[in-house]
C-alpha cells in the first residue's frame, strides 16, 4: 500500500460509507470497488477495514443488513442506511464541511 | 434483535462473499485461481485480525473475559476433582472457624444497644478508694447530683423489684424480671413505646405520683403472657398480686437494664417516699444512669463528678460510710455490661481462629504453587500465543477466586453448625450469645474474607507464573530447571511458616488442658458428690404477711427428708460456685467496717457438704428464734478479724451482726475453707446464719427469703430423684415447680465453663492445624519425591545404598519441622500473654507444654514424611531413568 497514505481522520471512513450507501444499498465487495473507484484511488484504504466499521454501524443502528442478490447473481447480504443513518450522516457532512472550510481558510491566509 | 451468534454468522458471511468474489473477478481477469486467492487475501488484508475486531464490536471484553476465565477454572477443577476438593475442604476450615469465631464475637461485642445514641450514657456509682464494692445511691445524693452537675443532660434512676417478680397471664403466670426506674427513664433512652403513651413525663421529685399504678410490658412478656392482645393499653394486670393499669409496650429487642437475667421484663414507677429521705441502712438505693451532654467527654464528666462527690460523701455522718462512697465512677454503659474477661477470651478465641484461617491459606497456597509448576507448559503456551501478564494473572487470580467462594459456602455451613453446637454445650452463665442470626457485618466479613482468601492463596502462585519465561518451559524435558529449585525453597518455606503457627495453637491447647486438669483436682474443702441442687424461685409476695421460714422452708425440709433414699436436706442461700445469688455486707464489728458475704443456712447443710469445723460448732436444732443468735464464720473471715490471729477460739462469742433489733448474732464456730465463687479464686469472708433464727422482724430477712438453694444428699440416681422433688416443690408452691436441677459435681464443672470452652475450641483449631500441616508437608514431600525420581534413580545406580535415600528425604523434612518448631516457639513465646488470663496452675511460659507441643508437632511431621522417604527408597532405577 501506498507509503504516502495517510491515516483517515476518525469518522472519516464512517461518513464515506454512509454516504455510498445513501445512494445505493449494496454489499461489501461493492462497497469497497465503489470507494476505490469514486475517489479515483487517490484514498488508499484496506478493503478489510471495512468490515470493522461496517459492525460499527451495525451496532449503532445507522445501517441495516438483509440477504439480496448481488448484480452479478450471486447472494450477498445487503447494507442499507436507516433513518438514524441519515441523520448521522447529515450531521457528519455538516461538521466536516466546517472543518474543511476552517482548515481551507487558515491555509490561504497563513 | 440479532443473536450475537447470527451477528457473527453473518459477518463471517460478509468476508467470505467479498474474498470470494474478488477471486472470480482475478479469475475472469486471467490470473489463476491459486494466485488469485493468494492476491485478494493479501489486499483484504489480515483476515483473522479483522474479523477478530469486527467481533469485538458485539463483544464486552472484560466481562468475556472474566467468564472465560471462570468457565476454564470450572472446567479444570472438573478435571482434577481430587486437587480441587482438596483445596476447597481445607479452605472451608479456615473459612468456617474464622466466620464462625466472629459470629460470635459480633453477637456478644459489637451489638449496638437499642437505645438512642447510646454512646453518651454512662452510669454513675459510688465507691471507696479500693473501689472493691461498687454502691447503688440513695435518692438524696441523686438530688445534689442532679443540682451541682452541668455535664448531663438529664439523669435517670431504677431499681430491680425486691424478689422474684410474678405477672398474672393469661393462662398462667409468668416469671418477669420486673424493674422500678424513675418516669423519665424511656425519655431518657430514646426510645418511645411501641404501644400506648407510656409513663406521664415528669422529672423524679418527692410526692411526684403522675404514673401511680402505671406499668409498661416488654415485648416478650405482651407476646408470651398475654398472647399480644391489641388491647393491652388500658387493660388492669396483677404483679405480684397486685393490680396495675397498662400504659404502654415497649419496641421488641428493648430492655433495660441490659444483661440481667433471660426473662421479660416490666417496668413500674418509683414513688419517693419516706425511705428516700436519709441515707441510712433503711433507706433505699437505686442504679444511676445519665445522658451525657454532646461533646461532654466521659473524663471530663468523670472529674465534675469527682469533686460534686466530696460534698454529697462529707453528708454521712458514719466516718467508714463516707470513706466508701469518697469516689463517684463515671462509665459507659456499653463498657460496663460485657465483662473484661469474657471480651479477651472471645477476642484470644477469634485470634487462634484467624491463625487456622492463615494456615489453611498458607497451604493452599503451597498447593496452587505445585500445579503451577506442573502447568508451567500450558502457561507458557498461553503467554506465547498473545496472552498478556495481566491476562494471565487474572485468570489464575479468577480460580482463587472461585475455590475461595465454594469455600465460604461451605465453611458457612461449618461455621453454622459450630455455632450452634457449641451454643448448646457452653454453659449458660457464660452469658454469651450464641445464636446463629446473620446481621449485615458478618455477612460483610465473610464477603471481606472470601476476598482476602483468594488473594492471598493465589496471588503469589499467579504473580510467580505470570514472571516465568516463556521459554525454556516450552523446551522439551526441562523441569528441573533453577527456578523450579526456588519454587522448592519457597514451598518449603511456606510449610515450615505452617509449622510454625500450628505450635503456637498446640501449646495454646495445651495450656488450656492443663488448666483445666488442675482445677478438677483443687481441693474444694467440701463434698460434691451425690448431691442435688435446685435453684429455688421463691414467690415472695405470697408470704408477706406470714414468714417464708416457717410456711415454706419448714415444712419443705421436712417432706424433702421423707422421701425415700434422702440422707438429708438442707437449705442455702447459695451452693458453693452457685454463681446464682450472693449478698455482701458491710459490718460494724469492734469499731472495724467488715465486708462480708452472707449466707442463710439450715444446720443440716453442714452434714450435706461435709464441711469441717475449724472452731466451734455449727447450727444445730438448738437455735430457735428465741434463743441466742449465732452466726458462723469462715477462715478468710478469721484471718482478717480474729483478735487473736493464731487462735480462732479467740472469735468465739464476739458479736458480729444484729439479727434483729434486740438479737445480736454472736460468732459460735468457724468453719472450713471453701472455694465459693470459683475455683480458681481464694475464699472471701463469709458469715453465716441460721435460718431457723430469720423472722419477719428481721432486718435480713428480706435477702434471705428471695432466693435459696435446696440441696438433697441422696444416694439415689439423680434421674429419679429429681421428677419426685420437684411434684414436692410444686405441692408446696405452683411456682416452684420451675426451679432449676442440678447435680453439684455439674455445678463445679460448670463453674469453670468458660476455660473448658476455651479448651474444647483450642482442642479443634490446633487438631485442624496440626493435621493441615502434616498434610501439606506430606504433600510436598510427595511432590518433591516424583520430581525427583530420575535423580534418585540414578543415585541408586552409581552405588547409592536405600538407607541413604531414606535419610535424604527425611532430612529435608527434619530441616522444615525444625525451622518451623524454632519459630514457633518464639511466637507461642508472645503469645502467652493473650491466654495468661485463662490459666490456672500453669505459667503460659511453662517448659513442659512447650516442649511437649514441639515434640508432637514434630513426630507428627516426621512420620508423614515416612511415606514420600520409603517411595524414594523404593525407587527403581531402570524404571526412573528409562521414563523421559
Given at each position: 500500500m501506498g507509503k504516502e497514505s495517510r491515516d483517515l481522520f476518525p469518522g472519516a471512513l464512517e461518513m464515506m460509507i454512509l454516504q455510498t450507501l445513501d445512494r445505493r444499498p449494496m454489499h461489501g465487495y461493492a462497497l469497497a470497488q465503489r470507494i476505490k473507484a469514486v475517489s479515483d484511488e487517490l484514498l488508499q484504504i484496506?478493503?478489510?477495514?471495512?468490515y470493522p466499521a461496517l459492525q460499527r454501524m451495525l451496532k449503532a443502528g445507522w445501517l441495516e443488513s438483509e440477504r439480496g442478490l448481488s448484480p452479478k447473481g450471486r447472494e450477498v447480504r445487503i447494507f442499507r442506511v436507516t433513518a438514524a443513518g441519515a441523520k448521522r450522516l447529515e450531521s457528519e457532512r455538516q461538521s466536516f464541511e466546517r472543518m474543511f472550510a476552517g482548515i481551507a481558510r487558515v491555509m490561504e491566509t497563513a | 434483535m440479532y443473536s450475537r451468534r447470527r451477528r457473527y454468522e453473518e459477518l463471517g458471511e460478509s468476508m467470505r462473499e467479498h474474498l470470494a468474489e474478488r477471486v472470480d473477478e482475478l479469475v475472469e481477469q486471467g490470473v489463476p485461481r491459486e494466485e488469485a486467492e493468494y492476491r485478494a487475501r493479501r489486499e483484504f488484508g489480515n483476515v483473522t485480525h479483522i474479523e477478530e475486531q469486527a467481533r469485538a464490536v458485539w463483544q464486552w471484553p472484560r466481562v468475556e473475559s472474566l467468564w472465560a476465565d471462570v468457565k476454564y477454572a470450572l472446567r479444570q477443577m472438573r478435571r482434577s476433582k481430587g486437587f480441587a476438593a482438596a483445596a476447597v475442604g481445607t479452605l472451608a476450615l479456615g473459612i468456617g472457624a474464622a466466620a464462625a469465631m466472629f459470629t460470635v464475637v459480633d453477637h456478644v461485642l459489637l451489638q449496638p444497644l437499642?437505645?438512642?445514641?447510646?454512646?453518651?450514657l454512662v452510669t454513675m456509682d459510688e465507691h471507696g478508694p479500693d473501689s472493691r464494692f461498687q454502691s447503688s445511691t440513695p435518692w438524696v445524693d441523686f438530688v445534689q447530683w442532679r443540682a451541682a452537675s452541668?455535664?448531663?443532660?438529664d439523669m435517670a434512676f431504677g431499681s430491680g423489684m425486691m424478689g422474684r417478680s410474678y405477672i398474672q397471664g393469661n393462662s398462667a403466670s409468668l416469671q418477669v424480671g420486673g424493674q422500678e426506674v424513675s418516669e423519665n427513664l424511656f425519655a431518657l433512652l430514646g426510645v418511645k413505646p411501641a404501644?400506648?403513651?407510656?409513663?406521664?413525663a415528669e422529672q423524679p421529685a418527692?410526692?411526684?405520683?403522675?404514673?401511680?399504678g402505671s406499668i409498661v410490658l416488654s415485648h416478650s412478656v405482651w407476646e408470651s403472657a398475654?398472647?399480644?392482645?391489641?388491647?393491652?393499653?388500658g387493660r388492669v394486670v396483677r404483679v405480684n398480686d397486685e393490680p396495675y393499669t397498662v400504659v404502654g409496650v415497649m419496641p421488641a429487642?428493648?430492655?433495660?437494664?441490659?444483661?440481667?437475667?433471660?426473662f421479660g421484663q416490666v417496668w413500674t414507677t418509683i414513688e419517693l417516699g419516706?425511705?428516700?429521705?436519709?441515707?441510712?441502712?433503711e433507706s433505699s438505693y437505686y442504679d444511676a444512669i445519665g445522658r451525657l451532654r454532646p461533646g461532654v467527654t466521659v473524663a471530663a464528666a468523670q472529674a465534675e463528678m469527682t469533686t460534686i462527690q466530696k460534698q454529697v460523701a462529707a453528708q454521712y455522718k458514719d466516718s467508714e460510710i463516707r470513706e466508701s462512697r469518697s469516689l463517684v465512677g463515671v462509665k459507659r454503659y456499653d463498657d460496663s455490661l460485657i465483662d473484661k474477661d469474657v471480651k479477651k477470651a472471645l477476642l484470644a478465641l477469634l485470634a487462634a481462629a484467624g491463625v487456622l484461617w492463615l494456615i489453611a491459606s498458607v497451604n493452599v497456597t503451597n498447593l496452587l504453587l505445585a500445579r503451577a509448576t506442573a502447568r508451567q507448559r500450558e502457561i507458557a503456551m498461553r503467554g506465547a500465543l498473545g496472552a498478556s501478564r495481566a491476562r494471565l494473572v487474572q485468570q489464575m487470580l479468577v480460580e482463587g477466586l472461585l475455590l475461595s467462594a465454594g469455600a465460604a459456602a461451605l465453611g458457612i455451613g461449618l461455621a453454622l453448625l459450630a455455632v450452634k453446637v457449641t451454643g448448646s454445650v457452653?454453659?449458660?452463665?457464660?452469658?454469651?450469645n450464641f445464636s446463629t442470626q446473620v446481621d449485615w457485618r458478618i455477612l460483610a466479613a465473610l464477603c471481606g474474607l472470601t476476598l482476602l482468601t483468594a488473594v492471598l492463596a493465589s496471588a503469589w502462585p499467579a504473580l510467580m507464573a505470570a514472571k516465568a519465561p516463556i521459554e525454556p518451559a516450552l523446551k522439551?524435558?526441562?523441569?528441573?530447571?533453577g527456578a523450579g529449585r526456588r519454587h522448592n525453597r519457597l514451598r518449603s518455606g511456606l510449610v515450615a511458616v505452617e509449622v510454625a503457627m500450628s505450635l503456637t495453637l498446640l501449646v495454646a491447647c495445651g495450656l488450656l488442658l492443663r488448666t483445666i486438669y488442675t482445677l478438677r483436682h483443687v481441693?474444694?474443702?467440701y463434698r460434691t458428690d451425690h448431691i442435688i441442687v435446685a435453684n429455688l424461685a421463691i414467690p415472695s409476695y405470697r408470704f408477706t404477711d406470714k414468714s417464708v421460714e416457717a410456711d415454706l422452708y419448714q415444712p419443705l425440709l421436712q417432706r424433702t427428708q421423707q422421701?425415700?433414699?434422702?440422707?438429708a436436706a438442707g437449705l442455702i442461700s447459695?451452693?458453693?460456685?452457685?454463681?446464682?445469688f450472693n449478698i455482701m455486707l458491710s459490718l460494724r464489728m469492734n469499731g472495724n467496717t467488715i465486708t462480708a458475704g452472707l449466707k442463710t443456712v439450715s444446720p443440716d447443710i453442714q452434714k450435706i457438704f461435709g464441711m469441717k469445723m475449724l472452731a466451734g460448732r455449727f447450727f444445730t436444732?438448738?437455735?430457735?428464734?428465741?434463743?441466742q443468735g449465732v452466726a458462723v464464720v469462715n477462715p478468710a473471715f478469721a484471718r482478717e478479724y480474729a483478735p487473736n490471729k493464731h487462735d480462732w477460739?479467740?472469735?468465739?462469742?464476739?458479736?458480729?451482726?444484729?439479727?434483729?433489733k434486740d438479737m445480736p448474732a454472736r460468732i459460735v464456730g468457724v468453719l472450713e475453707d471453701e472455694r465459693q465463687t470459683a475455683v480458681a479464686k481464694p475464699s472471701q469472708p463469709e458469715v453465716e446464719v441460721c435460718?431457723?433464727?430469720?423472722?419477719?422482724?428481721?432486718?435480713i430477712y428480706q435477702p434471705s427469703t428471695i432466693a435459696m438453694d435446696l440441696a438433697v444428699r441422696t444416694r439415689r440416681p439423680a434421674a429419679e430423684m429429681i421428677p419426685e422433688l420437684r411434684d414436692l416443690l410444686k405441692q408446696a408452691?405452683?411456682?416452684?415447680?420451675n426451679s432449676k436441677f442440678s447435680t453439684m459435681d455439674q455445678i463445679v464443672e460448670d463453674s469453670f465453663g468458660s476455660q473448658r470452652l476455651a479448651a474444647h475450641l483450642l482442642e479443634v483449631f490446633g487438631g485442624s492445624a496440626l493435621l493441615l500441616c502434616v498434610a501439606g508437608l506430606y504433600g510436598l514431600l510427595a511432590y518433591v519425591v516424583s520430581q525427583r525420581t530420575r535423580e534418585l534413580g540414578l543415585r541408586i545406580a552409581l552405588g547409592a545404598q536405600r538407607g541413604n535415600l531414606l535419610w535424604l528425604v527425611l532430612r529435608q523434612a527434619g530441616a522444615m519441622l525444625l525451622t518451623g518448631v524454632a519459630v514457633g516457639l518464639g511466637l507461642a513465646w508472645v503469645s502467652g500473654r493473650l491466654v495468661r488470663g485463662f490459666l490456672?496452675?500453669?505459667?503460659?511460659?511453662d517448659a513442659w507444654t512447650l516442649a511437649g507441643a514441639a515434640l508432637v508437632l514434630f513426630a507428627s511431621g516426621m512420620l508423614a514424611a515416612y511415606l514420600p522417604a520409603r517411595r524414594a527408597a523404593g525407587v527403581n532405577p531402570m524404571e526412573a531413568l528409562r521414563s523421559e
Open positions: 484496506e478493503e478489510g477495514s471495512l | 437499642p437505645y438512642k445514641d447510646p454512646g453518651r452541668r455535664s448531663f443532660e404501644m400506648g403513651p407510656g409513663f406521664v418527692m410526692g411526684a405520683a403522675k404514673n401511680h398475654f398472647a399480644g392482645d391489641k388491647n393491652i393499653v429487642g428493648f430492655a433495660y437494664p441490659l444483661g440481667g437475667a433471660p419516706k425511705k428516700d429521705q436519709g441515707r441510712d441502712w457452653a454453659p449458660v452463665r457464660l452469658n454469651v522439551q524435558g526441562g523441569q528441573q530447571t481441693p474444694l474443702g422421701l425415700h433414699g434422702v440422707d447459695e451452693v458453693p460456685l452457685g454463681q446464682t436444732s438448738g437455735d430457735t428464734p428465741t434463743s477460739n479467740s472469735l468465739l462469742g464476739m458479736k458480729v451482726w444484729n439479727l434483729r435460718l431457723c433464727q430469720i423472722t419477719p422482724a428481721s432486718g408452691s405452683p411456682e416452684l415447680a490456672y496452675g500453669v505459667q503460659a511460659h
